[in-house]
């Protein structure tokens, strides 16, 4: 609770700021304390809800690693830290989401901010893999470009959502 409400707080503060609007994220620190299991997904999500802020897209918190856009929109923010190399695996409740933010902690380097908008997810939700209610994303770095593995489908590369938070209210 104490992390939730931490997090509520840094929300709160960058939605009164008046902020300008544009389609990325201003650049990033890497998080450079870590803290130990679940609050370190706590600190990754709450820098990208203040990155977001500061853009202008102000997100209300549901429930779990769901929350809210401006027009309703149900957004998933999933975090995943570094298990292999270039390689993250992330999971949201199958059907709590209309888009999803992938948020990919490298060992070391900024985390990778990826915004899949809701057309993305309704064209290849139905191939995601699935497991205990989730939707399982598979995310990659290959060659100099991030990819999302689909199942039965070629691995979509998705460098264009990389940073794109505005495109999630849309």
Known sequence: MDDIDAEA?????FSSSGTSQSDRLTPHLPVAE???GRAHGVQIRSGFLERAAKVGLVFRHQRGAIYSTPSG????IAVATE???NRWFLGLGEDDFDAAVLLCAPDAGNVIDI????RFV???KRYFSRSGGQIKFNVARRGGHTVVKIPTQAAEQVDQFIEAVIGLDR
Do not use: F, N, W, Y
């Open 122 to 124: 309704a064209q290849h």
């Open 9 to 13: 707080r840094t929300v709160l503060a």
């Open 115 to 118: 915004c899949l908008p809701q």
């Open 83 to 85: 298990r292999k190399p």
């Open 73 to 76: 929109r149900r957004v998933g």
């Open 34 to 36: 870590k803290v130990p």
